[in-house]
Each structure stands twice: as C-alpha cells, then as structure tokens.
C-alpha cells in the first residue's frame, strides 16, 4: 500500500521556469492538501480539494495554481518559480472530516 | 486565523527521561494533532483528539478544550525519538491544517 506518493523527490530550478508537482493517492480519500514547509515557520497550507472537481485557496496561495485530476491526483503548479518559492512541499489527504492527514514524502524544490 | 504555539522549540534529554511537550491554540477547533517528522521529512500522524486523553504505546496526548492546550508525553525516552514534534489543530470541515512550529527532540543515550 503506497499511500501518498508525491514526484519528483527533489528539483532545481531556474527563476521564471515552470513546472508541475504530482501527488497521488491510492487510500480512495476525497480531501487532498499541498503545504509548504520552510525553515523556521509552520507547514503552511497552500491549496486544498476538499473533494473530486474542487479546490479551494489556503493560506499561501500566490504564485500557485492546483489540478484536481481525478479522485487520486492533485497536482502543484508553478508557472513562473521565483527564489521565495524554494522550500519543501508536502501532498496529504483524508478521507473525511474528522480522520487524520497522511502525508507523502515531501518534495525538496529549490530556485536559483 | 487561528494561531498555534508550541513549547520548547528544542528539547534535549537523556535516555529514560519522561518528556513533555506543549501545544496551545487561540480559537476553537474540531480536533488537535500531533505528528512526527523524522530527518529525511516524511511525516507520520501520531494522534488526532477532540477530548480528553489517548496513548499509544509510550506516547499520551491530552487535550483540555477549555483551555486551549494540549501536551505530549513520552515516557522512557529513547534515542529513536529524536524527531520534531509537530501540532496541528483543524478548524472542521475539510479546511486544511494550522501548524506549529515544531519541537525539536534530541534524545541522548
């Protein structure tokens, strides 16, 4: 059982390039998150799908854009990465309201 | 915005230590977690509670609703917990988490 398997592990990329982080889930959950992890703050919430064709802004929305591709995909989009956007991100997802997150691996992500 | 502090941001012990870390929010929530990140980052939910008290091996957690706090126990401290300790309290529905900033954990044997 994979659980929450987000690609790529690891990415450089250049300021202005764009790109794509995947997320899927094979736990049949219908809520999906992508947090972002920096050094010395809190995970901070990014997008979420509460369920299948819905998303909704977090905290952090800016310069991101989210695909909600079917019950198990939610993608990450970039579309033109700048150096405050280097950070680790994290994909989770629940099944109902009162469950807890699981969470894939994190994708480390840096913009030079 | 509900805002989430944790303390201590760092915490050293010694093997076999009975180990207490805190959690206080400011606005009411549905549930409160506690998670673990190993280094390396993957992320594990250790608890997820609304009330009251829950252990799992040698870990407790407790909430009081009332107060808006929760800890973390671990009794017997052993080096494999090092981690950072991680609260996190939800609002309801299927809005996303509100973080600390972690506890760092370093248990020496």
């Known amino acids: 059982n994979a659980g929450v398997t987000q690609t790529p592990k690891f990415q450089v990329l250049k300021t202005g390039q764009s790109m794509t982080l995947q997320c899927a889930q094979d736990?049949?959950?219908?809520?999906m998150y992508w947090y972002r992890q920096d050094p010395g703050m809190g995970l901070r919430l990014i997008y979420y799908?509460?369920?299948?064709?819905?998303?909704d802004k977090g905290e952090v929305p800016n310069g991101y854009n989210v695909s909600r591709l079917n019950k198990r995909e939610f993608s990450l989009r970039l579309e033109s990465a700048a150096p405050s956007q280097t950070s680790v991100y994290f994909c989770?997802?629940?099944?109902?309201?009162?469950?807890?997150?699981?969470f894939g691996d994190g994708t480390r992500l840096s913009i030079l | 915005k509900n805002e989430v502090e944790q303390s201590p941001q760092n915490l050293t012990a010694q093997e076999g230590e009975f180990i207490t870390i805190n959690c206080s929010y400011s606005?009411?929530?549905?549930?409160l977690h506690w998670l673990q990140q190993h280094p390396g980052g993957g992320i594990v939910s250790l608890f997820m509670?609304?009330?009251g008290k829950k252990k799992h091996g040698r870990l407790i957690a407790t909430i009081n609703i009332q107060e808006k706090h929760s800890s973390l126990h671990i009794t017997a401290s052993h080096p494999r917990d090092s981690a950072v300790y991680i609260c996190?309290?939800?609002?309801?529905?299927?809005?996303?988490?509100?973080f600390g900033k972690g506890t760092h954990l370093i248990i020496q044997p």
């Open positions: 989770a997802s629940k099944q109902g309201v009162y469950q807890p997150q699981h």
């Open positions: 736990m049949n959950h219908n809520s």
């Open positions: 799908s509460a369920s299948e064709g819905t998303t």
């Open positions: 606005v009411g929530i549905s549930a």
């Open positions: 509670l609304s009330s």
């Open positions: 996190a309290v939800a609002g309801g529905g299927a809005d996303g988490l509100t």
